[in-house]
């Protein structure tokens, strides 16, 4: 069963009581929550995610609610609760489901770590994937929103989870977080993307989310080979153009984008230096998104220098 096959009210219900439980990737979480906006966005974002069978084991046990006393009434805030414990401050009751987003982009970061795990988008198309790495700024969602709205499949926006042993590819297919000035970007470039709720003034600025296609969710379980990793660069200024990078520097960008390198250690940086052995590593300077999809075909045809 999908999260879209459950009605509004139910929905409602089950995730004031009991809680659901849904199948993200490789984990499953047991969600609680009494705020009616978020279970209207989860619906909404998370609708073609499995469910999975209730009374099963959960890799993490979230909810999310308003603080007791008058926060609760007053300015009302949401809280995250992770196995009971709080980790981190209040925000506003509006910005309850990008807190459920980065609450789950912390409990995956430092809890799971049978993957090395990078602040990357990865997507596949044609058999090959590609890894983005990027900071904030680099326009990686942006990119990545507009490659899954034609068509490539989407195996997350956040987070690269790289095999230790294969270097496979496993999916965590999720909401693309857009931020700021990409939402205008993206609502123009396809004009039936489907976005949540906006939410304002957060630590990132205003803040929304593209539902993931369908295709991409309902492949949740299968795992994908890496071909490349292009750290893409976007600015207003530059032209479109697609350049090898050393794996020298590629290998320092990865260690830099990773969530649990640190924890790793000897084996994290076997993993990467075995990485970038396997892929061929660019950079893509962009200012225009069609350009750039242009570029990202490509590299997935092994046309880079024609």
């Given at each position: ?20 439980r ?60 992770f ?27 430092k ?28 326009g ?17 926006d ?33 004009s039936?993307a ?7 003034d ?9 539902q993931?296609?369908?295709d ?16 893409p ?35 994290g ?8 052995d ?6 893509l300077?962009?200012n ?19």
């Amino acid at each position: 069963m999908k999260l879209a096959d459950i009605s509004k009210t139910d929905l409602s219900n089950r995730l004031k009581n009991e809680g659901i439980r849904l199948r993200i990737g490789p984990f499953v979480i047991l969600l609680n929550t009494r705020i009616e906006a978020l279970s209207s966005a989860l619906k909404l974002l998370y609708g073609e995610s499995e469910l999975a069978i209730d009374g099963g084991f959960s890799d993490f046990h979230i909810s999310l609610d308003a603080p007791a006393g008058l926060r609760g009434y007053y300015r009302p805030q949401v809280l995250f609760y992770f196995d009971g414990q709080v980790p981190f401050k209040p925000l506003p009751i509006t910005h309850a489901f990008p807190l459920f987003e980065w609450g789950l982009n912390w409990c995956i970061a430092k809890y799971v770590h049978q993957y090395l795990i990078l602040h990357a988008a990865v997507l596949e198309k044609n058999n090959r994937s590609i890894i983005m790495p990027g900071p904030p700024g680099s326009g990686k969602s942006t990119l990545c929103a507009a490659l899954a709205l034609r068509g490539w499949r989407l195996l997350s926006d956040e987070m690269a989870l790289v095999g230790l042993e294969d270097l496979s590819l496993t999916p965590v297919t999720r909401p693309v977080a857009l931020k700021n000035e990409s939402i205008d970007i993206i609502q123009r470039f396809e004009s039936d993307a489907v976005l949540g709720p906006l939410s304002y003034d957060t630590s990132k600025g205003t803040v929304a989310h593209l539902q993931p296609p369908v295709d991409s969710m309902s492949r949740y379980l299968e795992k994908s080979g890496v071909s490349y990793i292009v750290m893409p660069r976007y600015s207003p200024e530059s032209s479109n153009e697609v350049r090898e990078m050393q794996q020298s520097s590629m290998l320092k960008e990865l260690i830099r984008n990773s969530f649990n390198y640190n924890i790793l250690r000897e084996e994290g940086f076997r993993t990467a230096c075995r990485l970038v052995d396997a892929c061929g590593c660019f950079t893509l300077d962009f200012n225009n998104l069609d350009d750039a999809l242009t570029s990202m075909d490509r590299v997935i045809h092994n046309s880079v220098n024609e």
